[in-house]
């Protein structure tokens, strides 16, 4: 069974540039999730899908960051205008979990983003 | 708000030996806690998920406890080996399957 996938693994970008994190999950898998991790802490969920709907974005900067999941399976991360806070790896990932029921999830390589 | 604490923050071992890291939550309304592992530049690997209804799960060297009502879960890692060296992140499922994740613990295992 394929993982998750990622792309690009690393970007470098200036402040106030915009860049597009890409996502597909594992086949079959309702549910995708886009966390944050800042170098030393633990992945901060931003937004979660159930098939192609949102489910929770209440830490989504939406100023700044969207997200969509079109036809509920691969998944697109943007950011626009970047700014240096948002130097972290993006990690993405997927479950099989649906209505209640409790399902690991499996996380892709992640996508380190430096902006300098 | 659900917090999830993990201790110690690194923890170094010679091989062979028997290890416990730790991990503590405040809201006991929890759905699942898992058990992951990170390599460096790497993404995470699941290592255990343990259901609400459950106290513990094993798979190979590893065992992880669950007690809800006290807020807390251990890892227990039998006859560490240099390849256990990695952060071990703990994450409580809480709400509608979202995890919320320690700032895990730093392994190092010494030949």
């Known amino acids: 069974e394929a993982g998750v996938a990622q792309s690009p693994r690393y970007k470098i970008i200036e402040k106030r540039q915009s860049v597009a994190f890409w996502c597909n999950p594992i086949s079959g898998h309702a549910t995708l999730y886009w966390y944050q991790q800042i170098l030393g802490q633990g992945p901060k969920l931003l937004i979660q899908f159930q098939n192609n709907g949102v489910v929770d974005d209440s830490q989504l900067p939406k100023d700044r960051f969207s997200a969509e999941r079109l036809k509920g399976v691969d998944s697109t991360l943007k950011i626009q205008p970047a700014k240096l806070e948002d130097s972290a790896v993006y990690l993405c990932?997927?479950?099989?979990?649906?209505?209640?029921?409790?399902?690991?999830?499996?996380f892709g390589p992640g996508t380190r983003l430096t902006v300098t | 708000k659900q917090e999830v604490t993990q201790i110690p923050a690194a923890l170094s071992v010679p091989e062979g030996e028997n290890l416990v890291l730790n991990c503590s939550f405040t809201?006991?309304?929890?759905?699942?806690l898992q058990w992951f592992r990170q390599d460096p530049g790497k993404g995470l690997t699941s290592l255990l998920l343990?259901?609400?209804?459950?106290r513990e799960q094993t798979s190979g060297r590893l065992n992880a406890s669950l007690d809800k009502s006290s807020g807390r879960s251990t890892l227990y890692i039998a006859a560490s080996q240099p390849g256990d060296s990695a952060t071990y992140l703990c994450?409580?499922?809480?709400?509608?399957?979202?995890?919320?994740f320690g700032t895990g613990t730093r392994l190092l295992v010494s030949p």
């Open positions: 994450a409580v499922g809480t709400g509608f399957q979202k995890l919320v």
């Open positions: 343990i259901q609400s209804s459950q």
């Open positions: 809201d006991s309304a929890i759905y699942n």
């Open positions: 990932a997927s479950s099989s979990a649906f209505q209640g029921i409790s399902r690991e999830q499996y």
